[in-house]
């Protein structure tokens, strides 16, 4: 499985920015897509998680009510809509894909390459 995560950029706080992870080879049904980011001097952190069947999502706390995962089966594509960004988002985001709906990045197998977000306040 390869992922590639597109869609990072430099933005001011308030403003919004929609990430694009697209998965190709033996992508299975039964795999999760999750997003996690890391800032500089930072260990890697869970964003979001989405059930690639049935579409089940989470969140960690601290994007809730501000961020969207979603996916389209059809393009093989798993996004994250960020709203209401804050200088504190500012990170590289990394997307991810494992067995059902993990949180630990020991439970994912395959990662894509980051992408930059940047949050100026």
């Known amino acids: 499985v390869q992922l590639q995560a597109s869609g990072g950029g430099l933005v001011q706080a308030g403003d919004s920015l929609r990430l694009s992870c697209v998965a190709s080879?033996?992508?299975?049904?039964?795999?999760?897509m999750g997003w996690f980011r890391q800032a500089p001097g930072k260990d890697r952190e869970f964003v979001a998680v989405i059930r690639w069947t049935g579409g089940s999502t989470d969140y960690a706390d601290s994007v809730k009510g501000r961020f969207t995962i979603s996916r389209d089966n059809a393009k093989n594509t798993a996004y994250l809509q960020m709203n209401s960004l804050k200088p504190e988002d500012s990170a590289v985001y990394y997307c991810?894909?494992?067995?059902?709906?993990?949180?630990?990045?020991?439970?994912?197998?395959?990662w894509g390459q980051g992408t930059q977000v940047t949050v100026s306040s």
């Open positions: 991810a894909a494992g067995a059902g709906m993990p949180k630990l990045l020991r439970g994912y197998r395959y």
């Open positions: 080879g033996r992508f299975a049904n039964s795999y999760g």
